[in-house]
C-alpha cells in the first residue's frame, strides 16, 4: 500500500498569513493527488484533484502543486472560512490511501 | 443537485451486524463508482470498499476482508455496506462517497452515518 505522509499534524496561523502543507507518497503517484477540507462535524469537500486542479466553486486563494512523491497545497491569504482539517489522498493504485491530515488553527 | 444520504448507522455489540444504506440521486449513478469511507472519532479519514460502476468489481481495505460486503443496486440509485463481526475499532463515521475508481476523486460526501460498536 502506498503511504502518504502529511507535515505539518497541526499549525496555528492568523487571518492574512500564507499556509503551506505538505504531503508525500511512499512511491511515486505522477500526479494523482487530491485534496480535500474538512470542517469540524462534517463531511470532507474536495479542493483540488490531480496535484493542482481547482475544484469549481474553490477560492483561488488555494492552490496545489507537485508531482511523483512531493506536493504541497498552499492557501496565499488565510480567511477565517479556511481553519478546518486538510487531508491529501492519492489515488494512483488501490487502496486509496489517505494522509494523517494537517488541522488548521488560530 | 447531487445528494447522497446515508442511513443504518447505530449501536451494535461486538459480533454484531449492521446495514448501511446510501441513496444516491442528482447523477447518473450508473457512470461512477462508489464508496465507503470512515473516520473513527478524532481520527483521520480511512477508505473502507469500493464498488465499480456495474457492481462486478469491489475492493476492501484489510482490515474488513470477509466481514463486510459492499453492493449496489442501480435500479433504485442506492449502494449498500453489509457490516458483519463487528468489532470495536469498527466505531466511526461512515461515509458514502462518489468516486472510488483508481485515478479518481471522490468529488461528493454524504453526511455520514454514525456505526458504535459496544458492549
Known amino acids: 500500500d502506498i503511504q502518504m505522509t502529511q507535515s505539518p499534524s497541526s499549525l496555528s496561523a492568523s487571518v492574512g498569513d500564507r499556509v503551506t502543507i505538505t504531503c508525500r507518497a511512499s512511491?511515486?503517484?505522477?500526479?494523482?493527488l487530491n485534496w480535500y477540507q474538512q470542517k469540524q462535524g462534517k463531511a470532507p469537500k474536495l479542493l483540488i484533484s490531480?496535484?493542482?486542479s481547482l475544484q469549481s466553486g474553490v477560492p483561488s486563494r488555494f492552490s496545489g502543486s507537485g508531482s511523483g512523491t512531493d506536493f504541497t497545497l498552499t492557501i496565499s491569504s488565510l480567511q477565517p472560512d479556511d481553519f478546518a482539517t486538510y487531508y491529501c489522498q492519492q489515488s494512483y493504485s488501490s487502496p486509496l490511501t489517505f494522509g494523517g491530515g494537517t488541522k488548521v488553527e488560530i | 443537485e447531487v445528494q447522497l444520504v446515508e442511513s443504518g448507522g447505530g449501536l451494535v455489540q461486538p459480533g454484531g451486524s449492521l446495514r448501511l444504506s446510501c441513496a444516491a440521486s442528482?447523477?447518473?449513478?450508473?457512470?461512477?463508482?462508489m464508496s465507503w469511507v470512515r473516520q473513527a472519532p478524532g481520527k483521520g479519514l480511512e477508505w473502507v470498499a469500493s464498488i465499480k460502476e456495474d457492481g462486478s468489481e469491489t475492493y476492501y481495505v484489510d482490515s474488513v476482508k470477509g466481514r463486510f460486503t459492499i453492493s449496489r443496486d442501480n435500479g433504485r440509485n442506492s449502494l449498500s455496506l453489509q457490516m458483519n463481526s463487528l468489532r470495536d475499532e469498527d466505531t466511526a463515521m461512515y461515509f458514502c462517497?462518489?468516486?472510488?475508481?483508481?485515478?479518481?476523486?471522490?468529488?461528493?460526501w454524504g453526511q455520514g452515518t454514525l456505526v458504535t460498536v459496544s458492549s
Open positions: 442528482g447523477f447518473t449513478f450508473t457512470h461512477y463508482w
Open positions: 462517497a462518489r468516486g472510488g475508481a483508481t485515478g479518481g476523486r471522490y468529488a461528493y
Open positions: 490531480a496535484a493542482s
Open positions: 512511491q511515486g503517484i505522477s500526479s494523482y
